[in-house]
């Protein structure tokens, strides 16, 4: 079977992009959200795009206006799935919120629907029992900024079908993403499980009052050739994101606990990262990104 037509599920940075790249590359999708402000917010991220295909990828006007015009939007989910090839869920890393979203979908979605979570965190037994179809069930995990950071991890769970897996390895393949294939579950896949040590190591120093974040980011990059630091990628992870994750993951580990502190208060101030257009930098040209800043 084809997967042309796509519902995402959650239209955050990610599935904003995860949305819009799929509809750039020839799919019919659909976004689903949880209320009219969302969808509002959703829409503003997707148009926010342009600038970056137009510089990243030489993308002309007419072709990122040809992948808007296959892209909708809608907060009832019912209809958002009623056809749907594939779902792609992109909710926040709450387990209540995805333990709820697969419930309901598992009653609306058409059987020959294939679920795929881009959860960065859950493996697909947590929830491949909510889904009513574990064997249609697996995750496929993007890198921020997909057009470029072309990535799409692929992990199966026990009960996953191969030829399912297989689908989503080729669809992958056909939104432009290079296909990074996991032959058993792992939290945090093979991208993440290399980089959030790095990032926690950043938090750390910083929370710790040991260095700060320029800094911090200006030593690796000097020492490692890296075009950015830990701050600097969670300016593109977002905030939001980074805060969630690591208060679920750390409980109340005292070591997290002043990095969470201080993320805290960035995000009572609004500074969410590129996304708002400030966070531990400002966007669209971030400080790291000078030639001086290297020097100074």
Same mark, same amino acid.
């Given at each position: 079977m084809n997967l042309e037509r796509v519902t995402v599920a959650g239209g955050?940075? =990610?599935?904003? $992009?995860?949305?819009?790249?799929?509809a750039f590359k020839g799919k019919t999708v659909i976004i689903y959200d949880i209320n009219d402000e969302a969808i509002e917010q959703v829409k503003k991220r997707v148009n926010a795009l342009r600038d970056q295909y137009k510089h990243d990828i030489q993308a002309t006007d007419e072709q990122f206006d040809d992948g808007l015009s296959? #892209?909708?939007?809608? &907060?009832? =989910?019912?209809?958002?799935?009623?056809?749907?090839? #594939?779902?792609?869920?992109?909710?926040?890393?709450s387990p209540s919120i995805k333990h709820d979203l697969y419930h309901n979908l598992s009653a609306m979605a058409p059987e020959r629907t294939i679920f795929a979570s881009n959860s960065s965190t859950f493996v697909p037994s947590v929830y491949m029992e909510d889904t009513g179809r574990p064997d249609r069930f697996l995750n496929m995990h993007f890198a921020n900024q997909i057009w470029m950071n072309n990535t799409a991890e692929i992990m199966g769970s026990p009960k996953t079908d191969p030829d399912v897996f297989a $689908?989503?390895?080729?669809?992958?393949?056909?939104? !432009?993403?290079?296909?990074?294939? #996991?032959?058993?579950?792992? +939290?945090?896949?093979? #991208?993440? &499980?290399?980089?959030? +040590?790095?990032?926690?190591? !950043? !938090?750390?120093? *910083?929370?710790?009052?040991?260095?700060? +974040?320029?800094?911090?980011?200006? &030593? *690796?990059?000097?020492? &490692?050739?890296? +075009?950015m630091g830990p701050f600097g990628i969670l300016d593109v992870v977002g905030l939001r994101t980074c805060y969630n994750i690591t208060k679920d993951q750390s409980g109340d580990n005292p070591q997290a606990q002043p990095f969470l502190a201080k993320v805290k208060e960035m995000l009572d101030e609004g500074k969410l990262g590129r996304e708002s257009g400030e966070g531990f930098y400002h966007y669209p040209n971030p400080e790291f990104a000078d030639p001086g800043f290297l020097k100074s």
């Open positions: 955050g940075v =990610l599935g904003s $992009q995860i949305a819009y790249q799929s296959r #892209l909708s939007f809608t &907060t009832d =989910l019912a209809s958002a799935v009623a056809d749907a090839d #594939l779902v792609i869920e992109a909710v926040p890393e $689908q989503i390895v080729r669809f992958a393949r056909e939104i !432009g993403m290079v296909p990074i294939e #996991l032959k058993k579950e792992q +939290p945090g896949y093979v #991208l993440n &499980t290399l980089l959030i +040590p790095l990032l926690n190591a !950043g !938090g750390y120093l *910083w929370g710790n009052d040991i260095a700060d +974040p320029h800094t911090i980011d200006k &030593t *690796w990059m000097v020492g &490692t050739g890296a +075009p």
